[in-house]
């Protein structure tokens, strides 16, 4: 059964909020979702279940693929529901690197992207900031506990609850997280074009977010360690901003651990920008091509063909 209900605020003060004002209001607040549940698993695994004396120790983490299982898992999760949070006001691009692609390929407007952009930092960052109201108990029990390295009394572990950072296989170079982000970018968007091109095998019945999520997942398990697979701009960078201003100093920006990397804050904003763009134009030159010229010939053809069998009449 239906049922009405009411606007909160008064539908004359409302008015505003029917274009740009109410996509980015929705930007905001599905972003924040995003964040408040992806940085929350992550804090989970990190500081909350060891201190909690649910680990081996309290410092005791990633002891096997199980646990990054949690974090990929927590992380679909955290897309899925943000998605159907701000999905039907704005679409739900909760990323920099989507709204671009949006603009690039699928029509969306120019003017709308730096608003949207704006309204995915400012919610990344205020997730980040709920997550550490929640749970910075736990972080300062971990850094006061670990051995590890510390700037300003934290550690690079309790950083990675908000922000990324690259593997030290990498020995600081700049190449290998930039062609991680690049790659785990353009798989995102070529995965999400598959899924909302309705000329495709287009998912229905409202099940699309869930479906994200689950690419998201396995992005996370197949190109997850090498950089913490930020994929999205405005997931890194907004509660890159948090931390710093939390007290993690120069772990958060310009992004550098002594003997490991420096300056890494740049790779997770413009590896996905690129890696989106690049995603979206794979898919439309494989599939989306041949799918409209399909459209255009109004016909498929048989099994097996490559074009379609053209007749002629004939006298």
């Known amino acids: 059964m239906a049922v ?4 909160i605020i008064k539908p004359s003060r409302l008015r505003a909020r029917g274009g740009l004002l ?28 060891p201190g909690s004396g649910r680990a081996a120790t309290p410092t005791t983490i990633f002891l096997a693929s199980g646990d990054w299982l949690l974090i990929t898992w ?16 704005s679409g739900a691009h909760l990323n920099p690197a989507v709204t671009l692609a949006m603009a690039v390929r699928r029509g ?24 550490y109201l929640v749970y910075h108990q736990a972080i300062h029990a971990y850094d ?6 510390k700037v300003n009394g934290h550690t690079n572990a309790t950083f990675s609850i908000f922000a990324t950072f690259p593997a030290p296989y990498f020995h600081g170079g700049i190449w290998g997280p930039l062609i991680d982000q690049i790659v785990g970018t353009a798989f995102l968007l070529m995965l999400i074009a598959a899924v909302i091109d309705m000329r495709n ?11 994200v999520g689950f690419v998201v997942a396995a992005i996370g398990m197949s190109y997850g360690a090498n950089a913490g697979y930020a994929i999205n701009p405005a997931r890194d960078f907004g509660p890159r901003l948090f931390t710093y201003a939390a007290g993690w100093n120069s772990l958060a920006f310009p992004g550098s651990v002594s003997g490991s990397f420096s300056a890494y804050w740049w790779i997770p904003i413009v590896g996905p920008l690129v890696g989106g763009v690049l995603g979206i134009l794979v898919y439309d030159l494989f599939i989306g091509d041949v799918l409209l010229v399909r459209a255009e010939l109004q016909e498929l053809p048989e099994p097996g063909r490559t074009r379609p069998v053209v007749e002629t009449d004939e006298e």
């Open 201 to 211: 095998q287009a998912v229905k019945a409202n099940l699309g977010p869930l479906v």
């Open 22 to 49: 109410g996509e980015c209001l929705a930007e905001f607040l599905g972003t924040f979702v995003l964040i408040s549940f992806g940085c929350g698993v992550v804090a989970m695994a990190v500081a909350a279940l």
């Open 4 to 7: 009405e209900i009411p606007a």
């Open 144 to 149: 006061a506990v670990s051995p590890a390295p």
């Open 74 to 89: 927590g992380w679909a999760f955290a897309v899925v529901f943000g998605v159907y949070v701000g999905g039907g006001v």
């Open 108 to 131: 969306f407007s120019w003017a709308k992207v730096l608003p949207f952009w704006f309204s995915q930092v400012v919610g990344a960052l205020t997730g980040a900031a709920l997550v």
